[in-house]
């Protein structure tokens, strides 16, 4: 599985950035998909995460109701909106799939890895 991701930049607190994520390889359909976030030095974190048909999905509770993630089994995408962004939101995000889903995904356990995108926030 090949992820490629794209949509970071620079917002301002309150304002809102959608990460788009564009995966490739066999049977898609049977990976979780995740977006995971590493502010250095901290470590790699979960941010969302979403099953195999979109039917259920986890969050981070520091993003709870301000992020959604979504994903498209057709074209092949997951994407990350982000609401009411924070300046502790700043960080590089990574989408990342795994044939596992647990709402409690830990980058240890993630098996495959896109690029990160740098999302920077200002206050």
């Known amino acids: 599985v090949q992820l490629q991701a794209y949509g970071g930049g620079l917002a301002q607190a309150g304002g809102s950035l959608r990460l788009s994520c564009a995966a490739s390889?066999?049977?898609?359909?049977?990976?979780?998909l995740y977006w995971f976030r590493q502010a250095s030095p901290s470590e790699r974190e979960l941010v969302a995460g979403?099953?195999?048909?979109?039917?259920?999905?986890t969050y981070a509770d520091s993003v709870k109701g301000r992020f959604t993630i979504s994903r498209d089994n057709t074209n092949n995408t997951v994407a990350l909106q982000m609401n009411n962004l924070k300046p502790e939101d700043t960080a590089v995000y990574y989408c990342a799939a795994d044939p596992v889903y647990n709402i409690r995904k830990l980058s240890s356990q993630t098996r495959f890895w896109g690029q990160g995108t740098q999302v920077t926030v200002s206050s």
């Open positions: 979403i099953s195999m048909t979109g039917g259920s999905t």
């Open positions: 390889g066999p049977m898609l359909n049977y990976y979780a």
